[in-house]
């Protein structure tokens, strides 16, 4: 006797076809994240190491305060877990645990965005204050870019749950936000590292490569 595959309550299509097109277009979304990510940490570690023309610390070693950057980092890693709590009660059936589990990953990733933006803005520097301010703005603005798109997906997950979109037999879309939103968590723990224990260069003799000056 042969089982019928479940469809897909959106496009009417095997539910491990949709599967197998959200699981692409999520490694598109971490491949994307990472190589983004990888160029921002190269370019931070090679600045503070090598200290061209002394121009690595910012106006008065004014570096940016440590703190926000794990916090940050713990809501984004709650967010994923949550998100993964969720998941797992639904392949159980467990629709609520679902509900709620989406609902407090997207509350945690809008306060993880707000206080992305709140700490962009009391950065006690520019952007153009030296190379130390310029990554550090980037790595700030990259993973606010990337938390504000995760609320989507974890809001978009609570409103297909709400709607009865996914269930214990369509939940894949879950497990895969869920996925990314811990890979994003990752990324931001490694920014942290960086951010927060290679501030001062310990290079005191930097080279110098010419006068560089305004036009």
């Known amino acids: 006797m042969s089982v019928t595959e479940p469809l897909s309550p959106t496009t009417g299509e095997p539910v491990s076809v949709v599967a197998s097109r959200n699981r692409l277009g999520v490694w598109f979304i971490i491949i994307s994240c990472t190589t983004g990510s990888l160029s921002l940490l190269i370019s931070y570690s090679y600045l503070w190491s090598l200290n061209v023309n002394s121009a690595w ?27 993964r709590w969720g998941w797992k009660g639904m392949e159980k059936g467990d629709r609520g645990r679902m509900l709620a589990g989406s609902l407090i990953s997207s509350l945690l990733l809008i306060a993880a965005f707000v206080g992305q933006v709140a700490q962009i803005m009391t950065f006690p ?11 550090t703005f980037w790595f700030a603005l990259s993973n606010a870019g990337w938390v504000l798109l995760s609320s989507f997906l974890a809001f978009g ?28 968590a990752g990324v931001a723990f490694i920014g942290a590292i960086c951010t927060t224990t290679m501030q001062e260069s310990p290079n005191t003799n930097s080279p110098d490569f010419g006068n560089f000056q305004e036009p």
Do not use: C, Q
Request: hydrophobic share 60%; net charge neutral; glycine share 10%.
């Open 57 to 83: 610390a910012p106006p008065n070693n004014a570096w940016a305060t440590l703190w926000p950057f794990w916090a940050i980092f713990v809501g984004e890693i709650l967010a994923g877990l949550a998100m």
């Open 125 to 135: 520097f520019g952007p153009s204050d030296g190379a130390y301010a310029s990554v």
């Open 157 to 184: 997950i609570f409103n297909r749950t709400l709607a009865g979109k996914i269930t214990a037999t369509n939940a894949s879309h879950a497990g895969l936000v869920a996925m990314w939103l811990v890979w994003l």
